[in-house]
């Protein structure tokens, strides 16, 4: 069946240091994969978008890949501030289905 | 303002009794989905409505859930016969249209206990 991992553990990073966070996945293709940010009490809220035929997606400080190859995606936070500090959804789509992963909280330290 | 509403945001009810949660979407918004969110869990899809569509429900979890949506717009969940597991954090979200990638935008929730 269709699997998304993402690392379950908190990530705690230092102010100013880029956070790095992964998405892998298993038994599918996706079309896109898209990334939400989710802070407690919040629904999740849209980031970015990357489709299957990108491989990097920018904006501001926030860059995504996607390696089909590897069925991976990585989602950078660069001068990461105590502000970005939340949960990071990666989530898969095709066709009408997308699927979300359970996330990563992510913690910036001042 | 112009985002996803739902009602209500907290609802506490004892085990057996029915429930009906709404969702208001963003206007002009032809697709709505209904999530379930539990503690340390991912987002679990239950139902999505497409326009004049018939829905997909085949995240539902049993036939004690059910949802409409009027109009196309407004929609509501309904869990009759309450289980202590249905307690979560109910989500919905809207998007433009059906076009792959476009965003969801949700709502914040209704957080549902069961006692």
């Known amino acids: 069946s269709q699997k998304i991992e993402q690392n379950s553990e908190a990530l705690n990073i230092q102010e100013g240091k880029t956070a790095t966070l992964t998405c892998n996945y298993t038994n599918y293709s996706p079309a896109y994969l898209q990334w939400y940010r989710q802070d407690p009490g919040r629904g999740p809220v849209f980031l970015l978008l990357?489709?299957?035929?990108?491989k990097e997606k920018r904006k501001e400080r926030l860059k995504v890949t996607f390696d089909t190859t590897l069925k991976q995606s990585l989602f950078h936070i660069t001068a990461s501030q105590p502000a970005d500090s939340a949960t990071y959804l990666c989530?898969?789509?095709?066709?009408?289905?997308?699927?979300f992963g359970k996330g990563t909280r992510l913690h910036i330290l001042p | 303002g112009a985002g996803v509403s739902q009602s209500p945001s907290n609802k506490v009810t004892e085990k057996g009794k029915d429930v009906e949660l709404r969702c208001d979407p963003i206007?002009?918004?032809?697709?709505l989905y209904w999530y379930r969110q539990s503690l340390g869990q991912g987002l679990e899809f239950l139902i999505y409505?497409?326009?004049?569509?018939?829905?997909?429900k085949s995240g539902l979890p049993s036939d004690r859930f059910s949802a409409e949506r009027t109009g196309g717009s407004v929609s509501t969940l309904t869990i009759q016969r309450t289980q202590q597991e249905d307690s979560a954090v109910y989500l919905c979200a809207s998007s433009l249209d059906r076009a792959l990638g476009q965003p969801q935008h949700f709502g914040d929730g209704t957080r549902l206990s069961i006692l």
């Open positions: 989530a898969l789509g095709g066709d009408d289905k997308i699927i």
């Open positions: 409505f497409q326009g004049n569509s018939a829905p997909d």
């Open positions: 206007s002009g918004h032809t697709a």
């Open positions: 990357i489709r299957e035929n990108e």
